[in-house]
């Protein structure tokens, strides 16, 4: 399978705490880009970095990619009990249309 | 932004029945077609591609005659599951993606035949 890992596979933090969630690939990239999912709905796109890109900055977002170790890392800082989703990395490979999604982490955020 | 529409957002049939769910791009022209299956907390498996006009590519293990894709305009694609059974239950996601542009994903349809 070229389906990427993910962990945690679930998360729990109180509010205002940082959430950090790791993704791993198996093949070359052109970009890595992030998702979130609430229960039950489609996904919306968070952030995009590029391969030639080691980091990244969205709001309260911040990502990291290391190619050499073919990860990435997805920071949610001062969390909020509405960022309680779970978050997907995906991959694009080589010339190709095709997303490959990550095993998904499920982050809950406590009051 | 893109939007991309899916209908219905929740279906149930009975086995043996055929069910079409429809992905369409709203202001957008969707040059190609994604169709993803998700398992309870589970990730999303691609299950086909389909480009405007052309026939889908399916997946390795996902049977064309029982899902199949119809990409007729550059803003409508439809899966029919048919002879639909138990098993079949499922999340059904389409994104929509146009030349250059990122993905757009639909709000899924929770399948569930009984």
């Known amino acids: 399978s070229q389906q990427g890992e993910e962990d945690p596979q679930a998360l729990s933090i109180q509010e205002g705490e940082n959430a950090t969630m790791n993704c791993s690939y198996k093949?070359?990239?052109?970009?890595l880009q992030w998702y979130r999912q609430n229960s039950g709905r489609g996904l919306v796109h968070l952030i995009l970095?590029?391969?030639?890109?080691r980091e990244k900055h969205s709001g309260r977002l911040r990502v990291t990619l290391d190619t050499s170790k073919k990860s990435s890392s997805l920071l949610i800082t001062a969390s909020r009990a509405a960022d309680t989703a779970s978050y997907f990395c995906?991959?694009?490979?080589?010339?190709?249309?095709?997303?490959?999604f990550g095993t998904g982490t499920q982050l809950k955020v406590e009051l | 932004g893109a939007v991309v529409s899916q209908h219905p957002s929740r279906v149930i049939c009975k086995s043996g029945t055929s069910v079409k769910i429809e992905c369409r791009s709203l202001?957008?022209?969707?040059?190609?077609m994604f169709w993803y299956r998700q398992f309870p907390k589970q990730s999303l498996m691609l299950m086909a591609t389909?480009?405007?006009?052309?026939?889908?590519?399916?997946e390795q293990g996902v049977e064309k005659d029982k899902f199949l894709i119809n990409h007729a305009s550059l803003t409508l694609s439809t899966l029919t599951v048919t002879s639909a059974h138990p098993e079949d239950s499922s999340f059904y996601i389409c994104?929509?993606?146009?030349?250059?542009?990122?993905?757009?994903f639909g709000s899924g349809t929770r399948l569930t035949v009984v």
């Open positions: 994104s929509a993606r146009s030349v250059g542009e990122g993905y757009t």
């Open positions: 093949t070359s990239i052109n970009n």
């Open positions: 970095i590029r391969s030639n890109e």
């Open positions: 995906a991959t694009k490979a080589g010339g190709g249309n095709k997303l490959t």
């Open positions: 202001d957008f022209q969707a040059t190609t």
């Open positions: 389909s480009n405007e006009g052309s026939k889908a590519t399916y």
